[in-house]
């Protein structure tokens, strides 16, 4: 059985003072209400990454990098490596998020490497694949998502990598804005994806791998979306930058594990 994991995306948010209260408040309240039964990250900025490790040591909590560059080192002003990122005490790092690809011009190409070199260098790549509205609308959500399968996971892996890898399923039109995608339109796009991952890599990865629901998850809507079948947990924004709704968040996670 896949155990449920939440995962925080604090994005360009929290200074380094901020982050350890935040990741501090998770852990004592993971620890405190005995929520052992989902996984738990956090996601905050590089500068607060040493910081957040610090105060998050000896819980259940780890953490991940927001991005890595796929290169090793050298000349790349303004990037951070992967051993950088583990040096740090990363564990996973996001990659492909919609709003890199968007906002910094990051194709299927790039994430597919970075991808690869993050899973090669010892972190985990949780792989964020989604589709913009004008997608939705025209009805060609599974065709595009096909599409970034096939480029930024089969591309960086000729067969299932050691480590695994976890996919964030985000409709780009969810996240930030409050509109959720419907559970049933979560598990549809979520079983297509995981029977592309059957097709590319075989029934047990296909089974193993962990895909997260992202976009708008709040208190009120978690513990439906975590209930279905192919949604293994969240990648969470907005509601991951206070420690109540994100416990919140992390309770309805582990309600479902307990109760699948
Ligand atoms: P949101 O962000 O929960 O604020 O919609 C999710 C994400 O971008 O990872």
């Known amino acids: 059985m896949r155990r449920a994991l939440v995962a925080g995306n604090w994005k360009m948010n929290k200074t380094i003072e901020e982050a350890r209260t935040l990741a501090r408040e998770v852990a004592e309240g ?95 790549p949780i792989i964020c694949l989604g589709e913009p509205f004008t997608t939705r609308r025209a009805g060609t959500t599974l065709a595009r998502i096909a599409h970034q399968v096939e480029h930024s996971i089969q591309g960086a892996f000729g067969s299932p990598p050691p480590g695994g890898f976890i996919v964030a399923y985000e409709p780009v039109w969810a996240i930030g804005t409050g509109l959720t995608a419907t559970p049933e339109q979560a598990q549809e796009t979520h079983a297509f994806i995981r029977e592309r991952l059957e097709a590319i890599f075989g029934l047990e990865c296909a089974q193993e791998t962990r895909i997260l629901y992202g976009g708008s998850v709040k208190p009120d809507n978690a513990a439906d979306l975590f209930a279905q079948p192919d949604i293994d947990g969240g990648l969470i924004g907005g509601a991951s930058l206070n420690s109540a709704d994100f416990l919140e968040i992390i309770r309805a996670a582990q309600m479902d594990s307990a109760s699948t």
């Open 30 to 124: 993971v620890a405190g209400d005995g929520l052992s039964q989902a996984d738990v990250l956090l996601g905050p900025p590089y500068l607060a990454l040493a910081a957040v490790v610090e105060a998050v040591s000896g819980s259940a909590v780890g953490v991940a990098g927001q991005n890595c560059s796929h290169q090793a080192d050298g000349a790349y002003t303004g990037e951070v490596s992967v051993s950088m990122l583990r040096d740090a005490g990363a564990t996973h790092v996001i990659l492909g998020h919609s709003e890199r690809r968007e906002l910094m011009g990051e194709g299927d190409g790039l994430v597919a490497r970075k991808s690869k070199a993050a899973s090669a260098g010892g972190l985990t």
